[in-house]
């Protein structure tokens, strides 16, 4: 063979080979995985169901392939282990970790859950939890489970969907603590009584909703009604915004006593005023709001409260805001800062005003009652308390204020007539452990001994008050 045959030859099969590569590359892009990632049919499996002695149900969720291409799940684990009352079966698979299981093309598989809990177990939380993760193409992707033991009652509402878990006209045991997912709902003209000793547990962004109805917590020392989140884990011990909070909306006079509000995003919301409604909104007494997110009590638009012998501190926000005007009378109160959130504010902040947003107007309303005695105005702020009023008329009577033997921090001292005898400024209150939240006092304090005698004779610890001289703030030393 010439050279010139033999180099024709060559190239000839230099191009077979090289087609030869691209057809295999091509062929091997077509059965190729894809890179794609899993769409689930839910995003939470829960269980609802209640359990007698030993409670058993299974539930199903699909996992799809949205992709035209197969696609590889390198592990799905359900992250509780062996100790998950849990189980899971992903395609006839069970186990708590499969590993490398694929599904084809626009298709889909079945994951069934089953969960059996003991629910006389004590050791077992309010709410038990867990988590399947799924892993494809280098990224998890979560399905929450979340099962109800029977040892508790349940209150759930979807107020989007419709859905009421209406307490009208009704009382709640003690026997077992109450869980909230999404709202428990006083409605209208209706009554809630809690008793001593109940304990509520709400899930994230869970409230206690009272729609013009009125609610009735009836704790005493020793036996307070405690409102906190519905997760028992140590890490979330002092976590706030786990749920919002207690949610008045127009209601009726409503009663809180010996309560304790952990935790919240808004302690307390009292939304307007019931215009037939001539007493306060509200009277709260020997109670704690504490660690909220946003604020311990939020007033607005014309509602009114009462607060006797409480303390409210470490709120994100302002542990007391009135927005839009209403009424406050309060009564040997600690009102603290201390707050660690990074949007902390005044303990205090008062406003009488807002956009309506529907119109474009501002909306000014009047205070009519701002009543303060024997409260303590303190924290980490340079001034903790911040006034943002509006006096339309320059009517004397529309901001009633009026302050009497109170302790303020302010930068600027008040000069204002409403500040009356027994004012103490800047003076450090001198509590005993802002970090463990022990604000008793000494007896070098400055609260000592300079109150105002009111009817108020105990203090939130059910100490008696001295009649001529009692002590500032929600504690008698």
């Known amino acids: ?183 428990a709902v006083v409605d209208s003209a209706k009554s809630l009584t809690i008793l001593p000793d109940t304990k509520i547990y709400l899930h994230k962004n869970a409230f206690l909703f009272v729609y013009k109805g009125s609610l009735d917590i009836q704790g005493t020392k020793g036996h307070e009604v405690e409102f906190r989140g519905d997760r028992l884990e140590s890490e979330f011990k002092d976590l706030a915004g786990q749920y919002y909070g207690i949610y008045l909306h127009q209601a009726q006079s409503s009663t809180i006593n010996y309560a304790i509000i952990h935790n919240a995003t808004s302690g307390i919301h009292l939304n307007s005023e019931d215009s037939g409604n001539s007493g306060y909104t509200l009277t709260i007494s020997n109670s704690i709001i504490s660690n909220s997110l946003s604020y311990g009590i939020w007033i607005f638009s014309g509602a009114k409260l009462k607060a006797e012998n409480c303390l409210l501190a470490k709120n994100g926000a302002h542990s007391i805001f009135m927005y839009g005007g209403g009424a406050f009378n309060l009564n040997h109160c600690d009102v603290l800062g201390y707050g660690v959130q990074a949007n902390q504010t005044p303990a205090l902040a008062i406003n009488n005003y807002y956009l309506d947003n529907s119109t474009g107007n501002t909306i000014v309303m009047p205070i009519s009652e701002g009543k303060i005695r024997n409260c303590v105005f303190y924290g980490n702020q340079s001034s903790e308390i911040k006034f943002d009023t509006l006096n339309p008329n320059n009517d004397p009577n529309y901001l009633n204020f009026d302050f009497k033997n109170a302790l303020f921090k302010k930068n600027v001292i008040g000069s204002d007539t409403f500040y009356g005898s027994g004012i103490l400024w800047n003076q450090d209150p001198g509590f005993i452990n802002i970090e463990t939240n022990d604000f008793h006092f000494s007896s070098s304090s400055p609260l000592n001994n300079n109150g105002i005698s009111t009817s108020l004779l105990q203090d939130i610890e059910g100490n008696s008050r001295s009649v001529s001289t009692p002590d500032i703030g929600c504690f008698e030393n």
């Open 1 to 183: 063979m010439s050279i010139k045959k033999r180099n024709i030859t060559f190239g000839i099969l230099i191009i077979v080979i090289g087609l030869l590569q691209f057809n295999l590359t091509s062929c091997k892009k077509i059965k190729g995985f894809s890179t794609d990632n899993l769409n689930f049919s839910i995003d939470t499996v829960v269980f609802d169901t209640v359990f007698t002695t030993i409670g058993s149900t299974t539930k199903n969720f699909k996992i799809y392939n949205p992709s035209n291409k197969k696609l590889k799940i390198d592990e799905i684990q359900l992250m509780g282990g062996s100790d998950s009352p849990f189980k899971i079966n992903v395609d006839g698979l069970t186990g708590t970790v499969m590993n490398n299981l694929t599904i084809e093309g626009k298709d889909s598989l079945f994951v069934f859950v089953e969960v059996t809990l003991k629910v006389n177990n004590a050791t077992n939380p309010l709410i038990v939890e867990d988590s399947i993760r799924f892993r494809s193409n280098g990224k998890d992707q979560y399905i929450q489970l979340a099962v109800w033991g029977q040892d508790m009652y349940y209150h759930y509402s979807d107020l989007e969907k419709g859905i009421y878990d209406f307490n009208n006209d009704t009382t709640w045991p003690n026997d077992k603590p109450h869980v909230i997912y999404g709202a």
